[in-house]
């Protein structure tokens, strides 16, 4: 009979990467913007995303996944940008550290922690699709908040067109483009 102690370790460990739905999206607050979206909130639109725009041939389940789990270490770090002085190298450290520790007590935590690398190192079509969809929901929420007022957003945009090669997002990104100017 358990002693609870499992039960309360998974309680904690679901508890703290709900906590991402109480992260702010780190550029928009440099960048001023009153009401950021959350971390969650953008892995929720990629996610949306991923049934609006993936391609048929690449499995759909695998990408929601990726969505919903790529940006989960940041719970535990926090929204880290390449302006906050942290290095490629040490972002991924940190985050790698985070994950592993965040999933040890998850319900099927070894599952999410090997999509969370697989995603991280772009195992696949369906990781490298997703990290499209990353960069073009930034460049979409970057519309929306140019169109509330905000200022900067192109630098978003600019950002995500290094990323987007897929024909069909590249024609979203460039509408984006157009509207933001």
């Known amino acids: ?14 508890a703290e990467t709900l906590a991402l739905k109480a992260v702010d999206r780190a550029g928009w607050v440099r960048r001023g913007v009153t009401r950021p979206e959350s971390v969650a909130a953008h892995s929720w639109g990629i996610a949306w995303l991923v049934l609006l725009l993936l391609p048929e041939e690449l499995d759909r389940e695998r990408a929601l996944a990726y969505a919903v789990v790529h940006d989960l270490a940041e719970a535990r770090v926090g929204d880290l940008t390449p302006h906050d002085g942290v290095s490629k190298a040490d972002k991924a450290r940190l985050e790698a550290e985070a994950l592993n520790a965040m999933s040890a007590h998850l319900p099927r935590g070894a599952a999410v922690r090997d999509l969370w690398h697989a995603y991280e190192a772009q195992a696949d079509a369906e990781a490298r699709f997703v990290r499209q969809l990353d960069r073009l929901d930034m460049a979409i929420q970057a519309l929306v908040y140019a169109r509330e007022g905000a200022d900067g957003m192109g630098e978003f945009v600019e950002s ?19 509207v933001i100017g």
Do not use: F, H, T, Y
């Open 1 to 14: 009979m358990s002693d609870g102690r499992e039960d309360r370790l998974a309680i904690d460990a679901v």
């Open 160 to 178: 995500a067109g290094k990323v987007v090669e897929d024909e069909r997002l590249r024609e979203i990104l460039d509408g984006v483009r157009r």
